[in-house]
Protein backbone atom coordinates (compact mmCIF):
# COMPACT_ATOMS: atom_id res chain seq x y z
CA UNK A 1 0.00 0.00 0.00
CA UNK A 2 1.00 3.15 -0.84
CA UNK A 3 1.71 5.67 2.38
CA UNK A 4 3.55 8.82 3.08
CA UNK A 5 4.77 10.05 6.59
CA UNK A 6 5.65 12.97 7.69
CA UNK A 7 7.57 12.39 10.88
CA UNK A 8 7.17 16.26 12.62
CA UNK A 9 3.84 17.55 13.54
CA UNK A 10 5.51 20.59 13.99
CA UNK A 11 8.80 22.56 12.99
CA UNK A 12 9.53 25.89 15.30
CA UNK A 13 12.43 27.83 14.22
CA UNK A 14 13.93 30.73 14.38
CA UNK A 15 13.82 33.89 11.35
CA UNK A 16 17.21 33.28 9.04
CA UNK A 17 17.46 29.49 10.36
CA UNK A 18 17.84 26.45 8.16
CA UNK A 19 14.49 24.50 7.33
CA UNK A 20 13.93 20.53 6.99
CA UNK A 21 10.75 19.03 6.62
CA UNK A 22 10.44 15.76 6.49
CA UNK A 23 8.95 12.97 4.14
CA UNK A 24 9.24 9.69 3.26
CA UNK A 25 7.09 7.52 0.97
CA UNK A 26 6.21 3.68 0.90
CA UNK A 27 5.71 2.30 -2.90
CA UNK A 28 6.86 -0.02 -5.18
CA UNK A 29 6.07 1.65 -8.22
CA UNK A 30 6.93 4.91 -9.68
CA UNK A 31 5.58 7.60 -7.78
CA UNK A 32 5.15 11.15 -8.31
CA UNK A 33 6.22 13.06 -5.44
CA UNK A 34 4.74 16.75 -4.32
CA UNK A 35 4.99 19.27 -1.39
CA UNK A 36 1.49 21.47 -1.27
CA UNK A 37 1.14 24.37 1.62
CA UNK A 38 -1.65 25.74 3.27
CA UNK A 39 -1.62 29.12 4.85
CA UNK A 40 -3.43 30.09 7.56
CA UNK A 41 -7.19 29.26 6.36
CA UNK A 42 -6.40 29.13 2.69
CA UNK A 43 -6.70 26.19 0.56
CA UNK A 44 -3.77 24.07 -0.79
CA UNK A 45 -1.34 25.42 -3.49
CA UNK A 46 0.84 23.21 -4.66
CA UNK A 47 4.32 24.56 -3.91
CA UNK A 48 6.51 21.98 -5.49
CA UNK A 49 6.80 19.01 -7.74
CA UNK A 50 9.60 16.73 -7.91
CA UNK A 51 9.32 16.23 -11.51
CA UNK A 52 10.05 19.74 -12.31
CA UNK A 53 13.18 20.49 -9.88
CA UNK A 54 12.36 23.50 -9.55
CA UNK A 55 13.05 26.30 -6.60
CA UNK A 56 9.99 28.13 -5.39
CA UNK A 57 10.19 30.34 -3.15
CA UNK A 58 13.46 29.53 -1.86
CA UNK A 59 12.28 25.91 -1.17
CA UNK A 60 14.04 23.09 -2.63
CA UNK A 61 13.47 18.91 -2.44
CA UNK A 62 15.04 16.52 -4.14
CA UNK A 63 13.41 12.74 -4.66
CA UNK A 64 15.70 10.08 -2.75
CA UNK A 65 14.52 6.87 -4.10
CA UNK A 66 17.22 5.01 -2.31
CA UNK A 67 15.88 6.49 1.32
CA UNK A 68 12.05 6.69 -0.40
CA UNK A 69 12.33 10.71 1.31
CA UNK A 70 11.21 13.76 -0.19
CA UNK A 71 12.63 15.96 2.03
CA UNK A 72 11.36 19.87 1.90
CA UNK A 73 14.47 22.31 2.31
CA UNK A 74 14.92 26.10 2.32
CA UNK A 75 18.63 27.41 3.61
CA UNK A 76 17.00 30.60 5.12
CA UNK A 77 13.31 30.74 6.86
CA UNK A 78 11.06 33.66 6.63
CA UNK A 79 8.44 34.54 8.54
CA UNK A 80 5.68 34.14 5.82
CA UNK A 81 6.77 30.48 5.34
CA UNK A 82 4.77 30.15 8.69
CA UNK A 83 2.19 27.70 6.80
CA UNK A 84 1.13 23.91 7.18
CA UNK A 85 3.00 21.68 4.37
CA UNK A 86 1.92 18.30 3.02
CA UNK A 87 3.94 15.86 1.63
CA UNK A 88 2.10 14.02 -0.92
CA UNK A 89 2.32 10.63 -3.21
CA UNK A 90 0.92 10.08 -7.13
CA UNK A 91 1.29 6.65 -8.60
CA UNK A 92 2.95 7.29 -11.44
CA UNK A 93 0.87 5.83 -13.61
CA UNK A 94 -2.24 6.93 -12.41
CA UNK A 95 -4.75 8.01 -14.42
CA UNK A 96 -7.42 9.27 -11.75
CA UNK A 97 -4.94 11.90 -9.81
CA UNK A 98 -5.93 10.72 -6.41
CA UNK A 99 -3.21 12.24 -4.14
CA UNK A 100 -2.19 10.20 -1.19
CA UNK A 101 -1.32 12.92 1.69
CA UNK A 102 1.47 13.17 4.61
CA UNK A 103 -0.18 13.82 7.79
CA UNK A 104 0.92 17.33 6.96
CA UNK A 105 3.97 19.56 9.20
CA UNK A 106 3.04 22.95 10.48
CA UNK A 107 6.34 25.52 10.13
CA UNK A 108 6.52 27.83 12.56
CA UNK A 109 8.88 30.70 11.74
CA UNK A 110 9.57 32.95 14.44
CA UNK A 111 10.78 36.58 14.64
CA UNK B 1 -12.12 34.73 -10.62
CA UNK B 2 -12.49 31.84 -8.94
CA UNK B 3 -11.29 28.51 -9.88
CA UNK B 4 -12.84 26.43 -7.34
CA UNK B 5 -15.62 27.48 -5.79
CA UNK B 6 -17.46 26.06 -2.69
CA UNK B 7 -20.21 27.02 -0.87
CA UNK B 8 -21.32 27.47 1.46
CA UNK B 9 -17.71 28.39 3.67
CA UNK B 10 -19.03 27.52 7.05
CA UNK B 11 -21.66 25.55 7.95
CA UNK B 12 -22.90 24.48 11.51
CA UNK B 13 -25.35 22.27 11.92
CA UNK B 14 -26.66 19.66 14.63
CA UNK B 15 -26.71 15.97 14.63
CA UNK B 16 -29.36 14.08 12.92
CA UNK B 17 -29.50 16.61 9.86
CA UNK B 18 -28.91 15.99 6.29
CA UNK B 19 -26.72 18.57 4.62
CA UNK B 20 -25.06 19.33 1.61
CA UNK B 21 -22.05 21.00 0.12
CA UNK B 22 -21.28 22.10 -3.45
CA UNK B 23 -17.89 22.91 -5.77
CA UNK B 24 -18.43 24.04 -9.22
CA UNK B 25 -15.03 24.98 -10.89
CA UNK B 26 -14.56 26.80 -14.34
CA UNK B 27 -11.36 25.47 -15.46
CA UNK B 28 -13.22 22.85 -17.96
CA UNK B 29 -11.37 20.66 -15.86
CA UNK B 30 -13.06 16.44 -16.41
CA UNK B 31 -12.00 15.30 -13.02
CA UNK B 32 -13.14 16.76 -9.39
CA UNK B 33 -12.32 15.43 -6.28
CA UNK B 34 -13.90 15.45 -2.24
CA UNK B 35 -10.40 15.14 0.35
CA UNK B 36 -11.67 15.59 4.02
CA UNK B 37 -9.23 17.42 6.30
CA UNK B 38 -9.57 16.26 9.88
CA UNK B 39 -9.28 17.81 13.42
CA UNK B 40 -5.61 16.76 13.63
CA UNK B 41 -5.36 18.28 9.96
CA UNK B 42 -5.30 15.20 8.29
CA UNK B 43 -5.97 15.14 4.49
CA UNK B 44 -7.36 12.21 2.80
CA UNK B 45 -9.50 11.72 -0.37
CA UNK B 46 -13.19 10.86 -0.56
CA UNK B 47 -14.21 10.63 -3.92
CA UNK B 48 -13.25 11.58 -7.62
CA UNK B 49 -15.71 11.98 -10.67
CA UNK B 50 -14.42 12.12 -13.92
CA UNK B 51 -17.24 13.53 -16.58
CA UNK B 52 -19.29 12.90 -14.73
CA UNK B 53 -18.88 8.65 -13.52
CA UNK B 54 -17.52 7.97 -10.14
CA UNK B 55 -14.20 6.90 -10.40
CA UNK B 56 -13.21 6.67 -6.92
CA UNK B 57 -14.87 5.65 -3.62
CA UNK B 58 -12.42 5.50 -0.89
CA UNK B 59 -13.79 3.53 2.58
CA UNK B 60 -15.98 5.99 3.38
CA UNK B 61 -19.71 5.74 4.91
CA UNK B 62 -22.18 5.74 2.77
CA UNK B 63 -23.67 8.50 4.48
CA UNK B 64 -21.90 10.74 2.01
CA UNK B 65 -23.09 10.33 -1.42
CA UNK B 66 -21.35 12.63 -4.25
CA UNK B 67 -23.59 13.33 -7.15
CA UNK B 68 -21.87 15.15 -10.02
CA UNK B 69 -24.33 16.99 -12.44
CA UNK B 70 -22.28 18.12 -15.17
CA UNK B 71 -18.18 17.90 -15.06
CA UNK B 72 -17.97 21.23 -13.58
CA UNK B 73 -20.14 20.63 -10.57
CA UNK B 74 -19.83 17.96 -7.39
CA UNK B 75 -21.82 17.84 -4.73
CA UNK B 76 -21.45 16.56 -1.54
CA UNK B 77 -24.65 15.28 0.48
CA UNK B 78 -24.54 14.05 3.82
CA UNK B 79 -27.25 12.18 5.88
CA UNK B 80 -27.91 11.97 9.62
CA UNK B 81 -24.52 14.01 10.63
CA UNK B 82 -22.44 12.58 13.15
CA UNK B 83 -20.14 14.53 15.77
CA UNK B 84 -17.05 12.72 13.69
CA UNK B 85 -18.47 14.75 10.30
CA UNK B 86 -16.30 17.58 11.76
CA UNK B 87 -14.02 18.79 9.54
CA UNK B 88 -13.05 20.64 6.58
CA UNK B 89 -13.71 19.73 3.21
CA UNK B 90 -11.47 20.28 0.28
CA UNK B 91 -13.13 20.16 -3.24
CA UNK B 92 -10.34 19.58 -5.91
CA UNK B 93 -10.51 19.21 -9.93
CA UNK B 94 -7.61 18.90 -12.33
CA UNK B 95 -7.09 18.08 -16.36
CA UNK B 96 -7.08 14.19 -16.78
CA UNK B 97 -5.30 13.65 -12.97
CA UNK B 98 -2.54 16.02 -14.23
CA UNK B 99 -0.81 16.89 -11.09
CA UNK B 100 0.45 20.40 -12.28
CA UNK B 101 -3.84 21.16 -13.12
CA UNK B 102 -4.60 19.91 -9.53
CA UNK B 103 -6.66 23.22 -8.08
CA UNK B 104 -8.35 23.48 -4.86
CA UNK B 105 -11.30 24.92 -3.48
CA UNK B 106 -10.91 27.00 -0.04
CA UNK B 107 -12.74 24.27 1.90
CA UNK B 108 -16.23 24.12 3.93
CA UNK B 109 -15.46 24.13 7.53
CA UNK B 110 -18.51 21.73 8.67
CA UNK B 111 -19.29 21.71 12.56
CA UNK B 112 -21.56 19.64 14.22
CA UNK B 113 -23.24 19.83 17.22
Known amino acids: AQRVTQPEKLLSVFKGAPVELKCNYS??????LFWYVQYSRQRLQLLLRHISRESIKGFTADLNKGETSFHLKKPFAQEEDSAMYYC?????????????FGQGTTLQVKP | DTAVSQTPKYLVTQMGNDKSIKCEQN?????MYWYKQDSKKFLKIMFS???????INETVPNRFSPKSPDKAHLNLHINSLELGDSAVYFC????????????FGSGTRLTVV
Open chain 1, 27 to 32: YSGSPE
Open chain 2, 27 to 31: LGHDT
Open chain 2, 49 to 55: YNNKELI
Open chain 1, 88 to 100: ALRRGSSNTGKLI
Open chain 2, 92 to 103: ASTDKGAPRSYT
